[in-house]
């Protein structure tokens, strides 16, 4: 009962936090991968289209984000003309509407947990708690991430494998299910290959149990039977995938080309020096890091379960088993550190290794710690890892950004002087990149210039505000306008724009926010300014002649 109150209450939380909503930035690809695009293409909104979803790089396909996040902007620009009250949406819910549409799916993660439990030997209120109190499913599996339906599709492909799997060779083979249960298989491991090539990774231990189910000696001719049972459903879905990104990206380019989402992506990321521009890892990233990094104690049990039965299964090679004693090798134990370790092998074979790459293997992890047989241990630990990792992805790295993109939409979209129109221009530096859509801007004749600096120098700053504050966009053929410029920046490195002399007019502080690309020191946050260098801050900045900054950059050039 205990367990089941819990659950409920975490499940209250999931869809509480996602209302609230959470302020932390965990990667740019949950915003530009998905609503950043959608936003534009359904709203009309201004935006940033990432350089995956042009005609002439075509890396994702655009099935999933028309399914999540375009399905609920068209929903909110049905409100827009339609509802009870009639009016542009508000930042708000062009953030949390998304957001809440995969926070729904998420609960798919916890009726497989409910299904899958029994089949794999495993306290189903146990796993369904540790399910819904990670970290994971409250941060990750509530953001547009495509990681994120990838662990939906392996999850629920496990759910259609389960009941077929048979623990002992020896047994008799199942009866073969019915033939939409291929097609819908098949249908799963397309889906999931056009979501993320990477796919493949997660469902080869699911197909390869599907393949030898009740087989005595599983042989090549087996599995290849099986594998064109699934032909009918791959070939189907594909075929639906490949037309709705070839009608997407011929209709932004205006020519009729194929397009293969799934082999431009791989083109891209098998080259070493493209891996490289977004950052390498060791290869060992995954086990030794990122594991601990999402899942805490729960991967160092899975370690220690995998080293047990290593040992375990060494000590009965050359030795005869009595009979009817099940061997480890075919035990469900063993085949949950199949379905966890092996896809993080595999993808440990490429250089970049993101923590959120893991996130699919949340479920056989639950399932493999959560046994019937004995307690669940480190309960302080569990519980204070998860918090921590909570707090941290989902309020406090970079943090201030939402916040502060809600407090400019506040800015720009207050009416000025009708006699003076009003140019912003908004500069973000040292930031991740801002997504453009939460500010509800018109796609065409926008009065809002955004810059997106990134970790740009401090001279090269300076020459940007010098540039903005004496280039004529601020006037047009009717007149002057009135021209106000903002510059976002973390509270570390708010010391390069103080360089550039221009006088401060105004300054909003967004806490809390933590950049790991300029974070703060230590002995700032033992001093009374700890609250500066963790807020966001968003100065407005006066406009000033422009040889008091021309004077300034040779000296802060190097």
Not at 94 to 102: E, H, S
Not at 210 to 237: C, H, N, Q, Y
Not at 309 to 315: I, Y
């Amino acid at each position: 009962m205990a367990a089941r109150f819990l659950w409920g209450s975490l499940c209250l939380l999931r869809v509480l936090w996602c209302l609230l909503p959470q302020t932390g930035y965990v990667h740019p690809d949950e915003f530009f991968q998905s609503p950043e695009v959608m936003a534009e293409d359904i709203l009309g909104v201004q935006a940033t289209r990432p350089w995956e979803f042009y005609p002439s790089s075509s890396c994702r396909t655009v099935v999933f984000p028309l399914l999540t996040s375009g399905s609920a902007f068209w929903l909110l620009r049905l409100w827009e003309k339609l509802g009870p009250w009639p009016g542009p949406v508000s930042g708000y819910v062009l953030l949390v509407g998304p957001r809440l549409l995969l926070t729904v799916l998420s609960f798919a993660l916890d009726g497989a947990v409910y299904h899958l439990a029994p089949l794999w030997e495993a306290d189903r209120w146990k796993a369904l708690a540790l399910l819904s109190g990670s970290y994971v499913t409250l941060v990750f599996y509530t953001r547009t991430f495509s990681n994120a339906i990838e662990g939906l599709l392996f999850t629920w492909l496990l759910v259609l494998v389960s009941p077929h799997v048979a623990w002992n060779p020896t047994s008799n083979k199942p009866t073969p299910g019915p033939q939409w249960h291929n097609w819908l298989l098949g249908a799963i491991i397309a889906a999931g290959f056009f979501n993320r090539p990477t796919f493949l990774a997660f469902a080869l231990v699911p197909l390869f149990l599907w393949g030898i189910r009740g087989t005595m000696d599983p042989g090549f001719k087996s599995l290849a039977r099986e594998a064109l049972a699934l032909l009918p459903g791959v070939v189907l879905t594909a075929v639906v995938f490949v037309a709705s990104d070839s009608w997407y990206f011929s209709s932004l380019s205006r020519s009729s080309n194929l397009v293969l989402t799934p082999i431009n992506f791989l083109h891209y990321n098998l080259d070493p020096q493209n891996l490289a521009k977004h950052g390498t890892h060791a290869r060992l990233t995954h086990l030794a890091v990122n594991g601990f990094l999402l899942f805490g104690v729960l991967h160092a049990e899975a370690l220690q379960a995998a080293w047990q039965v290593g040992l375990q299964a060494f000590a009965q090679v050359g030795l005869q088993r009595a009979p009817g004693t099940p061997s480890l090798l075919w035990s469900p134990r063993s085949y949950l550190l199949l379905l966890y370790f092996m896809p993080l092998a595999l993808l440990s074979v490429f250089s970049h290794q993101e923590a959120r790459f893991l996130i699919p293997l949340i479920v056989p992890l639950v399932l493999l710690c959560s046994p019937r047989i004995r307690p669940m241990p480190w309960k302080g630990t569990l519980v204070l890892s998860n918090a921590l990792g909570a707090f941290f992805f989902g309020c406090l790295h970079q943090g201030g950004l939402v916040p502060g993109l809600k407090y400019l939409e506040q800015v720009v979209h207050t009416p000025g002087l009708p006699s003076m129109p009003t140019h912003y221009t908004l500069l973000f530096s040292h930031t991740y990149m801002p997504p453009q859509h939460l500010l509800h801007l018109p796609g065409l004749h926008s009065p809002v210039e955004v810059v997106d600096m990134g970790g740009t120098e401090d001279w090269v700053l300076c020459q940007m505000l010098n540039n903005l504050t004496t280039q004529p966009s601020c006037q047009v053929a009717g007149g002057p306008w009135l021209c106000r410029l903002f510059v976002v920046t973390p509270g570390t490195t708010r010391h390069a724009v103080e360089k550039c002399s221009f006088p401060l007019k105004s300054e909003t502080r967004m806490f809390p926010h933590l950049t790991l690309e300029d974070p703060p020191a230590l002995s700032s946050l033992l001093s009374g300014a700890w609250r500066d260098d963790l807020s966001l801050h968003i100065m407005e900045l006066e406009k000033t002649s422009e040889n008091i900054t021309e004077q300034l950059l040779p000296k802060i050039q190097p």
